[in-house]
């Protein structure tokens, strides 16, 4: 069986972590910082806020693998 290293195991976390912290972050209506994606059309508003999540994410998985040690 095929052992899948660390380090994307800790990567997966940090992208997932990122995706979901997007959503809970897009309720705070934070201002837009540069990096951020944004597509605004007739009936059609999205915010994607990529460095406030990755910030958060990889704060956590830090702040986890702290823990764990």
Same mark, same amino acid.
């Given at each position: 069986?095929?052992?899948?290293? %660390?380090?994307?195991?800790?990567? #997966?976390?940090?992208?997932?972590? #990122?995706?979901?912290?997007? +959503?809970?972050? *897009?309720?705070?209506?934070?201002?837009?910082?540069?990096?951020?994606?944004?597509? %605004?059309?007739?009936?059609?508003?999205?915010?994607? %806020? +990529?460095?406030? *999540?990755?910030? #958060?994410?990889? *704060?956590? #998985?830090?702040?986890?693998?702290?823990?764990?040690?």
């Amino acid at each position: 069986m095929m052992r899948i290293p %660390s380090f994307v195991i800790y990567l #997966a976390i940090i992208v997932l972590g #990122a995706l979901v912290l997007n +959503v809970a972050l *897009s309720f705070l209506d934070l201002d837009v910082m540069p990096g951020d994606i944004v597509i %605004s059309r007739p009936g059609l508003n999205i915010h994607i %806020s +990529v460095l406030y *999540s990755l910030g #958060a994410s990889v *704060s956590l #998985a830090l702040l986890f693998w702290w823990w764990r040690k």
